[in-house]
């Protein structure tokens, strides 16, 4: 059974860091894309970074690129989100997803329950 569960969201003030983390269970990660996900109340979910595995790529969407970096950690199943300099358009529910394609949110099969980052002063 896949099981994805995330981590690590929370409230901080513009400019600050967090690091997101997934914890994936019952995936293999094989010729398969991972990708984090936010979506904000009255918006559409829009992906934010994805990672693959053949080809071996990173990719992002524009307002975030240079500030948040994807990673997986194959050995201990864990997908990271680190985020810097986050600005209050950065508020969302973050998701992380499995077995899709790109940044498309109808290509994804299994998905997590999401953690909470809010940016304010």
């Known amino acids: 059974q896949v099981r994805l569960v995330e981590s690590g969201g929370d409230s901080v003030q513009p400019g600050g860091s967090l690091r997101l983390s997934c914890a994936l269970s019952?995936?293999?990660?094989?010729?398969?894309?991972l990708a984090w996900f936010r979506q904000s109340p009255g918006k559409e979910r829009e992906g934010v970074a994805g990672w693959s595995d053949n080809p071996s790529r990173t990719y992002y969407l524009p307002a975030v690129k240079y500030r948040f970096k994807i990673s997986l950690d194959e050995a201990t199943r864990t997908m990271y989100l680190e985020m810097k300099d986050l600005k209050p358009e950065d508020t969302a529910m973050y998701y992380c997803?499995?077995?899709?394609?790109?940044?498309?949110?109808?290509?994804?099969?299994?998905w997590g329950q999401g953690t909470q980052v809010t940016v304010s002063s």
């Open positions: 997803a499995a077995d899709g394609y790109g940044l498309f949110v109808e290509d994804y099969k299994y």
């Open positions: 019952g995936f293999t990660f094989r010729d398969k894309y």
